[in-house]
Nanobody
């Protein structure tokens, strides 16, 4: 499985961005997907996850109500819609795939495949 994240950029606080993660290789619809982020000098942290069917979603408390994860299995793509962005959302965002559990996880150790990351910078 290969994952390609895109959609990052520079945005002002309060603005929005939509990240995309395109998957190739094995059947996309058979595994759960997650988004993680890593800010400079910090550990990588969980942002959101979605089950293989898209029927279940999970969010970190810090983004709940502002970010929305979704997927389009016909396009082999998972999205992260980010609204009301804050400077503390600045980080490199990574998508990841878990082909062992159908419902996703907040633990990065559960994921088997990772994308290359896309930079999100929120200015104040």
């Amino acid at each position: 499985v290969q994952l390609q994240a895109s959609g990052g950029g520079l945005v002002q606080a309060g603005g929005s961005l939509r990240l995309s993660c395109a998957a190739s290789g094995r059947t996309f619809s058979s595994y759960a997907m997650g988004w993680f982020r890593q800010a400079p000098g910090k550990e990588r942290e969980f942002v959101a996850a979605i089950s293989w069917s898209g029927g279940s979603t999970y969010y970190a408390d810090s983004v709940k109500g502002r970010f929305t994860i979704s997927r389009d299995n016909a396009k082999n793509t998972v999205y992260l819609q980010m609204n009301s962005l804050k400077p503390e959302d600045t980080a490199v965002y990574y998508c990841a795939a878990d082909d062992n559990r159908p419902y996703g996880s907040s633990s990065e150790g559960e994921y088997d495949y990772w994308g290359q990351g896309t930079q999100v910078t929120v200015s104040s």
